[in-house]
């Protein structure tokens, strides 16, 4: 099974930082890679996908990048409502896996 | 609009048997692969199936093998999950969710998700 690795597991900063989440997996992955966000009692919601395509919708401060085993996810100017949990998962290969999470708190 | 609408959760006995349902509306059911993901509480998400459109591939997590049974019915716009021989460890938020294609690139993402249906696993 492809194991991925989130870093940091929690972030603490402050509106208008740029935000660096990284993603490590166990295997090659090519660009099979989706990045969510999820808050409070809500269901997660793509933002990335391929590893740096933005999904529809989602505001470009948002940004993937990466292949094979190691992919980030940058915000280039936090938002109040950014203030959130990022999981990373694997679609390369079943069983597909999410990362542990990454907890974007307010400093 | 898309909608999935997950039901069936509650409170059950360790060793006792639960069935999910993910009603969909708002596409075409019968051409997306489906999904269920869960989430204990206070933790991170967790795939646990997938089943193809027309329901020839069945993966699962290897935690769930052999106790989930992941099942659709195109007809009725459904998706299901048997759970048997429920465990503690198996309390959470149990999501459904489509995987989308990318119509250039083709890469695969969860876009749509339901609003979850919680299953307490408790004595």
């Known amino acids: 099974d492809i194991q991925l690795t989130q870093s940091p597991s929690f972030l603490s900063a402050s509106v208008g930082d740029r935000v660096t989440i990284t993603c490590r997996a166990s295997q090659v992955i090519s660009s099979y890679l989706a990045w969510y966000q999820q808050k409070s009692g809500k269901a997660p919601k793509v933002l990335i996908y391929a590893a740096s395509s933005l999904q529809s919708g989602v505001p470009s401060r948002f940004s993937g990048s990466g292949s094979g085993t190691e992919f980030t996810l940058t915000i280039s100017s936090l938002q109040p409502e950014d203030f959130a949990i990022y999981y990373c998962q694997q679609l390369n290969s079943y069983p597909l896996t999410f990362g542990g999470g990454t907890k974007v708190e307010t400093k | 609009e898309v909608q999935l609408v997950e039901s069936g959760g509650g409170l059950v006995k360790p060793g006792e048997s639960l069935r999910l349902s993910c009603a969909a509306s708002?596409?075409?059911?019968?051409?997306?692969?489906m999904n269920w993901v869960r989430q204990a509480p206070g933790k991170g998400l967790e795939w646990v199936s997938s089943i193809s459109s027309g329901g020839s591939y069945i993966y699962y997590a290897d935690s769930m093998k052999g106790r989930f049974t992941i099942s659709r019915d195109n007809a009725k716009n459904s998706l299901y999950l048997q759970m048997n021989n429920l465990i503690v460890e198996d309390t959470a938020v149990y999501y459904c969710?489509?995987?989308?294609?990318?119509?250039?690139?083709?890469?695969?993402?969860?876009?749509?998700w339901g609003q979850g249906t919680l299953v307490t696993v408790s004595s």
């Open positions: 708002g596409f075409s059911f019968n051409t997306y692969t």
């Open positions: 969710a489509t995987i989308d294609y990318d119509i250039l690139i083709g890469y695969p993402r969860f876009v749509y």
